[in-house]
């Protein structure tokens, strides 16, 4: 059964929202994102209105995005929840490994290999980006998988959009928000995921196991699906209506 996210009260809800491709359009390259200018407004307008109870919940690492965000103040759940970062804390790491120098030498060498393929050396992961070479996409993917598999005890890989993502085994967004959810500021509140991509899947079973809405973010509408936006654009419109036109009785 669907939630009807148009009688949501946000006072009760916990907001959990991925960055790439769904908060924002996906660029050429990670470096080349455009935040819109009205975003950190937006999410602080969000971060009142629900008390406190919103994540960003991303792929890029908590130091990445406060750089792309400097005046957010938000908690952010990193490198797809490897680590928690609280405002004014330092991150916590939620069981990441360390990654063995020789897995990034093997990864180093597949951008050797594929001209246009770039490691992001992630602080406690790897992501290798081949959106320059899409027609390469099965070959690189194949080498990043042969890559890792001596490390195969520790760590995986985990498809992306136009990204193979190397991280910890155990490591995905559903524990993050799980660990969050017994958070005193999360308790008890209806989840609410807005995520588009694979990586996101994880995090959306969560919600679902706490009763929460998932709200995807391009690719096809699904059935199982509480919303569906085309764009980064839509959910962010549909926010600012939640957090104007919804103002507490
Ligand atoms: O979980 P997310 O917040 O969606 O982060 C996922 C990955 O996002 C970044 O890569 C992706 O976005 C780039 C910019 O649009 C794009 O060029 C790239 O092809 C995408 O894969 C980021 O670089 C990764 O670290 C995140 O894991």
Redesign the pocket.
Known sequence: MTLDLDRLQLERCAFFL?????L???????Q??VIPPDLVQLLHQLQNRTQGALA??????VD?LRQLLPHLDVIIAG??GAEIWRPGETPQNLGAAPIPHELTEALEKITHDFDGVVL?R?PRGR?I?F?AIPTQEYAVRDAVALAVKPFAQRFEVVP????A?VRTIGID?GQAIAKLMQDPTFKGRLPVFA???V??EAGFLIVRAHGGAVIRVGGAPRADLDRHFETPAELRGWLSRCVTERAPA
């Open positions: 991925d960055v790439d491709g769904t924002i359009d996906i660029a050429a390259s990670p080349e994102v960003l919940v991303s792929g890029r690492s990445d490198e797809h992001e992630k992501a980006h959106r992306g959009k136009m990204v993502e967004k995520g588009d991509d990586t996101d």
